[in-house]
């Protein structure tokens, strides 16, 4: 891997993480208005249909992207994904932009504390005090016992939880199948699930909120790409620390667009968070 094929997957990193907070931000406005199932469910349409066309052009076709030894955790990957976006979505609109992301990114703590006993990784205790470090972040954010800790302020949570459980797979399924492969699963369950479902919660949309789905659809997309050329370009423990930008971008936009506010606490339990996650991506890049 050449220096400035780093830089250049650093940049796209950095792209990436534009691109997905502007997809939270569209995500949070139609939920807002619409069942957040038929949401997920339309931009999974979408999703599905890119998978499909990326899938078509690799070598062997479709058939060669669906082709794995261990479908059912294939297939719970994708559901589990599918969930965690509604989990997710739904907590932009009780939460807002900010205080999700920040809850949220623990999710690399979460799957440095998981991959022990899922994996069988050995973590060691300075690992350790890191993910210990890191959930005290969490909880200046939701602080226990003061106005700010609702139920709501789990919804994000649970969705750190389910994606950090998502990764975990990704990591296993690796170990038999290809990216490609995973890809294709992870598109293609998570449309069935999604449309089995939002089916039932369908409602009218506005001519103008249309747009915004089809800019979402887009998004996420083009999202999705940009990180596949990223992977390509550089290693993940090269890019991965740039990912954090995402809980600025989307802070960002919750701040500007929908009025939301970076209350004290919640920026420096976030600083907490992303200090402690940086230590485990430098530590798991030397070992």
Known sequence: ?????????????VAT??????QDGI?????????????VM??????????????????????????????????????????EICVMVAGFVALGLVESHAVFACYPLLIAALSGPVLG?????????AIGVGFVGVLVILQPGLRVFAAAALIPLAAALMFALYGLLTRYVAQADTAATSFFWTGTTGAVAMTAIGLWVWEPMAAPDWGWMALLCVTGALGHFLLIKTYELAEASAVQPFAYLQL????????AVFGERLEPHVAMGASIVVA???FTLIRERRT
């Open 1 to 13: 891997m050449t220096e400035q094929n780093t830089r250049l997957g650093i940049l796209l990193m």
């Open 17 to 22: 993480t534009l691109v997905f907070a502007l």
């Open 27 to 39: 995500s949070r406005h139609l939920a807002a208005e619409y069942n957040v199932l038929m949401v």
């Open 42 to 83: 339309i931009r999974y349409w979408f999703f599905a249909a890119f998978v499909i066309a990326v899938a078509a052009r690799k070598a062997g076709g479709m058939r060669a992207a669906a082709a794995t030894r261990q479908p059912l955790v294939q297939a719970f990957r994708g559901l589990l994904l599918a969930a």
């Open 121 to 129: 990784e050995r973590v060691g205790w300075r690992r350790w005090v």
């Open 248 to 255: 600025v971008f989307a802070s960002a936009l919750g701040m």
């Open 276 to 278: 402690a996650g940086l």
